[in-house]
């Protein structure tokens, strides 16, 4: 059997002592808050080039995002005025990384 050192009996409350104030110390983080759902203003409609006709008459400055394949982005530039016209807001969306600059004249409009 081990002999208890001549100062164990003092060294308990010093070591409980010590670990109450590390704990009450350290800093509190609470919990992350749950994510609310996004307003309307925050969301675009991804919409392919033949679906701008079922859109609404008017868009209220909705943005309204086209869909085109790379290398196809000429043939949204009509969905896209369509979109202009109806007050929304045009965009393109790449579905995938084109092999080089989308066209010059579709972007120089936008």
Request: net charge negative.
């Amino acid at each position: 059997m081990t002999k208890r050192t001549l100062y164990a009996v003092a060294e308990l409350p010093v070591s409980l002592f010590l670990a109450a104030t590390v704990l009450l110390a350290s800093p509190v983080v609470p919990g992350a808050a749950a994510q609310g759902a996004a307003c309307a203003a925050c969301v675009a409609l991804s919409v392919s080039p033949d679906q701008v006709s079922l859109l609404p008459a008017e868009l209220d400055g909705m943005e309204v995002l086209i869909r085109v394949a790379p290398g196809a982005e000429a043939g949204a530039a009509d969905a896209m005025a369509s979109i202009e016209k109806r007050g929304g807001r045009p965009g393109l969306l790449m579905t995938a990384l084109p092999a080089s600059t989308p066209a010059t004249e579709l972007m120089a409009a936008w």
